[in-house]
């Protein structure tokens, strides 16, 4: 009969360097027995909902973290009673015996890239055995020029009953995660300048965000800082409290980013877009769209598609630690969807190559996985264009603020009839405003103001396409 002994999950780093999540739920009790990757627990990270696997088959021992709980990356979890009879099962780091006495973000920095990402096997070497994947993680970035980002390294699994020893080790830079650094390198921010506020010092992304938008980082509050209470003469139920977390406060720390360091021009143009419902309302009656769903939207993403081709500056990308310009030869379509966490912007991988119908199938996806809060980590990176569609909420237009590392975002107005002057006689026509913002560092108005031209022009008159191909 073999023995058992007691592991400890630590919660990992779910994408791109992210410091914390929130346990949303528990799908397993103490005593459960679990199998390899059976989904453990839904946690909430800065961009998404995430379901977390086991990375152990036996029974649970202890759960550390209570649901509802904010948890900082690396800090254990659950507890789990394993046979001892076999190495560590797939999807997880070694055990301590791969765990060096530096730090984990010193070492992280002084190894080589590692691209196999959370959920592979790293042997004694250092060089990645099987690969796992935990997520379905969609196709990479494809930047020219670019060198490869160093995934944060697994963390690793502790046995008990060992306690492992933590010395201080002497830093030759900060302390940060190799995401972080791209970020600052992105930002062209000296990390010798910020202040870190995570554990030990380490230099979180909200750190250099902060920095970059002009404001000094405060020292961490401890998790059992009290709430303030009501201002005098103020009672609690005059006032709704809601902390500052998940998806809105990442949303909060991008916009901040993207409107401080971008700057931003917005154009607007307004449409008859009668030819563009009438075509909508014949295509939804032919055999080939039976059972499609097809909105104005479908047909503004597609003609914002049509129009990057002849434009192409509104589909790149401002490198700051490169000093370069990168243009993007694909697009990943961004729609900025409103979901009960807070807004989030996924984007379609490689849609510039979709055809109407594919087009139409990938937006319903996108939609639906977003509203449901599923949305993967790896749909939320690597956008290269967005589309905001405020009509839906009864809106003209607005000024859009760009999705961090993007060119431009257009944001589509309400489809409303007005008095309009078609072929010299006022009629009543449908209309919509577009709204185009920018980042002036990478798109002359010249250029801006023939994109939005073009885009106009085919939604006015969908046969110009004929013309733009």
Do not use: C
């Not at 659950?78 to 006495?101: K, L, Q, W």
């Not at 004694?124 to 490869?148: C, H, L, N, T, V």
């Amino acid at each position: 009969m073999s023995a058992t002994m007691i592991k400890e999950f630590r919660l990992p780093d779910l994408g791109e360097g992210l410091t914390e999540s929130e346990i949303l739920s528990w799908k397993v009790a103490v005593g459960d027995t679990v199998t390899l990757n059976q989904v453990i627990a839904e946690v909430e990270t800065a961009k998404a909902v995430v379901e977390l696997p086991s990375p152990f088959a036996g029974t649970v021992a202890a759960l550390h973290e209570q649901a509802g709980s904010v948890v900082e990356v690396g800090k254990p979890i659950v507890s789990f009673e394993v046979d001892d009879d076999g190495a560590a099962p797939s999807g997880v780091a070694a055990s301590d015996e791969a765990a060096s006495t530096e730090s984990k973000a010193e070492a992280a920095a002084k190894r080589e890239p590692n691209l196999v990402g959370y959920g592979a096997v790293v042997e004694k070497s250092g060089r990645p055995a099987r690969r796992q994947r935990m997520f379905d993680g969609g196709p990479a970035e494809r930047e020219p020029a670019r060198k490869p980002v160093a995934a944060v390294e697994p963390v690793p699994v502790v046995e008990h009953p060992a306690v492992p020893n933590e010395p201080v080790v002497e830093h030759e830079r900060p302390r940060s995660t190799p995401p972080v650094r791209m970020l600052a390198r992105d930002l062209g921010i000296d990390l010798e300048l910020v202040r870190g506020t995570g554990p030990g010092g380490l230099i979180t992304r909200s750190d250099v965000q902060d920095f970059a938008a002009g404001s000094e980082p405060q020292l961490a509050v401890p998790e059992a800082a009290p709430v303030a209470a009501p201002a005098v003469g103020v009672s609690a139920e005059r006032e709704t409290r809601t902390p500052i977390k998940g998806v809105r406060k990442f949303t909060a720390a991008a916009m901040v980013q993207s409107a401080f360091t971008a700057p931003h021009v917005t154009e607007f143009l307004t449409v008859d877009v009668t030819p563009t419902m009438e075509l909508l309302t014949r295509l939804k009656a032919s055999r080939e769209f039976a059972g499609y769903k097809l909105t104005p939207l479908t047909i503004a993403a597609k003609a914002v598609l049509i129009a990057l081709r002849r434009n192409p500056t509104l589909n790149s990308r401002w490198d700051e630690g490169a000093q370069e310009i990168v243009q993007f030869n694909y697009v990943n379509l961004g729609i900025a969807a409103a979901t009960p966490r807070g807004l989030t912007v996924p984007n379609i991988k490689d849609a510039d190559k979709m055809t109407l119908l594919e087009l139409s199938t990938a937006l319903s996806a996108l939609t639906d996985t977003a509203r449901s809060g599923k949305t993967s980590p790896a749909d939320l990176t690597g956008g290269t264009i967005s589309i905001t569609n405020i009509g839906v909420f009864g809106i003209d237009a607005g000024t859009p603020i760009l999705n961090p590392g993007e060119a431009a975002i257009v944001a589509l107005g309400s489809v409303r009839k007005a008095p309009w002057v078609h072929n010299d006689e006022l009629a009543v026509r449908q209309v919509m405003s577009l709204s185009l913002s920018f980042d002036h560092r990478l798109v002359d108005g010249e250029q801006g103001s023939k994109f939005l031209a073009d885009l106009g022009a085919i939604l006015s008159d969908p046969a110009t396409v004929m013309t733009m191909i």
